[in-house]
T-cell receptor, first 117, second 114 residues
Framework: GAGVSQSPRYKVAKRGQDVALRCDPI?????LFWYQQALGQGPEFLTY????????KSGLPSDRFFAERPEGSVSTLKIQRTQQEDSAVYLC???????????????FGPGTRLTVL | AQSVSQHNHHVILSEAASLELGCNYS??????LFWYVQYPGQHLQLLLK??????LVKGIKGFEAEFIKSKFSFNLRKPSVQWSDTAEYFC????????????FGTGTRLTIIP
């Protein structure tokens, strides 16, 4: 596709509900990242996939957060038993992974704004 | 662990004024540096990046940034801003040890007055 897409764009959940956020990366991009952006803050890393392998999940704030990318393309971030502090914008980014990966440009999606009541 | 500081939280300028946004990072090793911009209602997009070579990097829309290793800084500049530059600007780093994740600063909100 033309860019990274995310759905839904907005999600309102009652505290305790489970939510699933979807990311469609740019076609052919090997690397996929999830970030969490709280109001007034910069994005913070959650987890990283290279193809279907989750290579880094050090940023996931609790075991209520789970991410998967089973076929190496679409990814889903799942939050179980949502809490008010989970309210944030969840951003997905993908990169092509050419050469030195740490210099690759990450292309961001529009984000999903999660509000937990 | 690496960290990024952006000391200007909100900057207000008139059109045609010159712009400099500060960015300082904390990391003992080699880093790669990025500036991302988020226009109102749009997603984050890359303005410019530095990973080696000439420390003065030119990006899109007339922006440039200078990497000063001795000061751990990567300030963003533009000689003459336009109303369309109104946006949130984020400085970010990755390390060179195969760790691809971006570490962002808290962002600077730029408002340009026509």
């Amino acid at each position: 596709g033309a860019g990274v897409s995310q759905s839904p764009r907005y999600k309102v959940a009652k505290r305790g509900q489970d939510v699933a956020l979807r990311c469609d990366p740019i076609s052919g991009h090997v690397s996929l990242f999830w970030y969490q952006q709280a109001l007034g803050q910069g994005p913070e890393f959650l987890t990283y996939f290279q193809n279907e392998a989750q290579l880094d999940k050090s940023g996931l704030p609790s075991d209520r957060f789970f991410a998967e990318r089973p076929e190496g393309s679409v990814s889903t971030l799942k939050i179980q038993r949502t809490q008010q502090e989970d309210s944030a914008v969840y951003l997905c980014a993908s990169s092509q992974r050419q050469g030195a990966s740490s210099t690759d440009t990450q292309y961001f999606g529009p984000g999903t704004r999660l509000t937990v009541l | 662990a690496q960290s990024v500081s952006q000391h200007n939280h909100h900057v207000i300028l008139s059109e045609a004024a010159s712009l400099e946004l500060g960015c300082n990072y904390s990391y003992g090793g080699t880093v790669n540096l990025f500036w991302y911009v988020q226009y109102p209602g749009q997603h984050l997009q890359l303005l410019l990046k530095y990973f080696s070579g000439d420390p003065l990097v030119k990006g899109i829309k007339g922006f440039e940034a200078e990497f000063i290793k001795s000061k751990f800084s990567f300030n963003l500049r533009k000689p003459s801003v336009q109303w369309s530059d109104t946006a949130e600007y984020f400085c970010a780093v990755t390390s060179n040890f195969g760790n691809e994740k971006l570490t962002f600063g808290t962002g600077t909100r730029l408002t340009i007055i026509p």
